[in-house]
């Protein structure tokens, strides 16, 4: 961590997720504690509050923000040299758009975690979608809490994961434990020397293969999808993927992987073909670190498909 910039943790969630006592909680861990003063910013009060004992016992200033307009970076550093932090806190509001957070220049995001509850998840996720994404988006870490007697949680994870392709999705129960999503039958035979990837199934393969490497290195697959190319490619390199939505038609990504191919050079970006590919896990800047890696056997042109990618 660069000591020319203030490290900022970002608690999200909406009313009663749980975020005061995950903060709290946090508080009181010995990895948590730290030289120096703590300020947290809550910008929500809930039904719990903040112990002030505890808070004093760790050297934490709690100061409250009523309304997204407070929190300007002016505002901010005022707050930086009243206090003289060494990290800062953020208990976000969940009604705010968090893409409306404008931070002083020196004050980086060093960790986001986003809380839900998932007794609430269908209601917030059809009425307020697009300020669920903007939580759980760039969050390293997705907490769904009381998740009791929700049977199908994969489907949950799915969607989530759709939003938060890199983070970490874990699901509680109210006694706090963490339930174990069971294998689900997956809508491919994985026991084939091809295994055929249908349109309809190529959202759920593409979370599968970025977690689960056990289950696909080595293995074969064919899909149909459309080519991105660009500049900066190696040369024989290209990218088949389709379009997904992720909160709404204008917040739509890109989800495909990187594949090596003697026909690369020949392919037109948005061009749709067909694609038999090996699958491999190697580094690649752009997955910061290692991921699927395909190497195709063919690839030929193929009809396109329409509509996004469903989870």
């Known amino acids: 961590m660069e000591d020319d910039f203030m490290p900022v943790f970002l608690i999200n969630g909406f009313l009663e997720s749980g975020k005061t006592q995950f903060l709290q909680f946090t508080m009181e861990q010995d990895y948590f504690k730290a030289d120096g003063k703590t300020l947290l910013i809550v910008c929500e009060e809930g039904e719990t509050e903040y112990d002030s004992k505890l808070l004093s016992k760790y050297n934490t200033e709690a100061v409250f923000m009523e309304s997204l307009e407070e929190m300007t970076p002016d505002r901010l550093v005022e707050l930086e040299l009243l206090y003289n932090p060494e990290r800062v806190l953020i208990e976000w509001n969940g009604m705010w758009n968090l893409d409306q957070l404008k931070l002083p220049k020196d004050w980086n995001v060093f960790q986001q975690i986003t809380l839900i509850d998932m007794s609430t998840f269908d209601l917030y996720s059809a009425n307020m979608k697009p300020l669920l994404y903007a939580m759980v988006r760039e969050s390293e870490l997705v907490i769904c809490n009381r998740c009791d007697g929700i049977e199908d949680l994969s489907a949950y994870r799915r969607t989530l994961k759709s939003m938060c392709l890199k983070g970490e999705i874990v699901f509680e ?34 979370i599968d293969c970025m977690e689960r490497r056990d289950r696909y290195e080595g293995k074969t697959v064919e899909f149909t999808a459309m080519t991105l190319k660009t500049p900066d490619f190696p040369r024989n390199y290209f990218v088949p993927g389709r379009m997904a939505m992720t909160c709404c038609e204008d917040d739509t990504t890109f989800l495909g992987f990187v594949t090596k191919s003697r026909e690369a050079n020949n392919l037109e970006t948005k061009q749709w073909v067909r694609v038999k590919a090996k699958i491999a896990y190697e580094y690649w800047k752009d997955y910061n670190g290692e991921g699927p890696v395909l190497y195709a056997e063919s690839v030929v042109p193929d009809k396109a498909i329409k509509g996004f990618v469903e989870f």
């Open 173 to 206: 129960d109210s006694d706090g434990e963490v339930n174990e999503i069971a294998e689900e039958d997956l809508p491919y035979d994985m026991s084939q020397d091809v295994i055929a990837i249908s349109p309809e199934a190529y959202g759920i393969w593409y």
